[in-house]
Each structure stands twice: as structure tokens, then as C-alpha cells.
């Protein structure tokens, strides 16, 4: 019994010496891209191009988000090419916006529409 209590005891003391981990912040920080609104008045997939790779897909009343580490984000967005008539991408190629992230962030994005085309409009996070 007695050692049982001592083993118990510097098992638990190994615990102690492991530093916390911070739930709160951690190394990275989170994007989200809705298209939750009709602001977009097309059927089409939008694509979301991260650092010019194609990252989600979305259609109307949809969500992504991403883990990304801290720093400057390029975002792009561009209609994919699809089933549905008229969905066939621009010859140009969108421009970018890009976007400082920082660790712990949590930053919301919608899918807005102007003339010149499609950007990333900020929008709040109502949880």
C-alpha cells in the first residue's frame, strides 16, 4: 500500500512538469468565407483560392473556414466552372485581396458583389 501511494505520487508530479497548452490562442488563427446571403446573384460554385491554390468550394447558403498560421493571407475568389449553364469562368484572372491574420484572430468574411466583381466583404461573427 505504501509504495502504491509513492508510485501514485510521482506519477502525478510528471503531470505537473508538463507545461499547459494554450487553448485560448495556440499558432494559428481562423478564417471564415460564407455565402450565407444572396449578395452573389449566380447559381454558380464560387471558388476560394488561398495563396493562389484552390482551397473550398461554395454555393449559396454555405460556410468554410480555415486554420492559417499567423501573417499576410492572399485570398482570391473565382466561378468554377460547372453544370449548371453560364458557369464557365472569365478569360481575366480575379484580383486578390489579401489579408493580415494574426494568432488567436477569428475573422468572418462574406462573399459580396460589386461591378468589378467579387470580394471578400467583412461581416460579424454572431455567435
Do not use: H
Not at 458557369?87 to 462573399?111: E, H, W, Y
Request: net charge neutral; proline share 7%.
Amino acid at each position: 500500500m505504501r509504495w502504491s501511494a509513492l508510485s501514485l505520487f510521482g506519477f502525478l508530479s510528471l503531470f505537473a512538469a508538463v507545461p499547459p497548452v494554450n487553448a485560448a490562442g495556440g499558432d494559428y488563427g481562423v478564417l471564415i468565407i460564407s455565402r450565407e446571403r444572396l449578395e452573389v446573384a449566380t447559381s454558380c460554385e464560387i471558388g476560394v483560392y488561398i495563396q493562389d491554390q484552390l482551397s473550398a468550394r461554395l454555393f449559396q447558403e454555405q460556410s468554410t473556414s480555415f486554420n492559417l498560421p499567423p501573417g499576410n493571407v492572399s485570398l482570391r475568389l473565382k466561378l468554377l466552372p460547372g453544370q449548371a449553364p453560364g458557369c464557365n469562368p472569365g478569360m481575366l484572372a480575379p484580383g486578390s485581396q489579401n489579408i493580415t491574420l494574426k494568432a488567436g484572430d477569428v475573422l468572418k468574411f462574406r462573399i459580396a458583389m460589386t461591378q468589378e466583381g467579387m470580394y471578400l466583404k467583412p461581416a460579424a461573427l454572431e455567435y
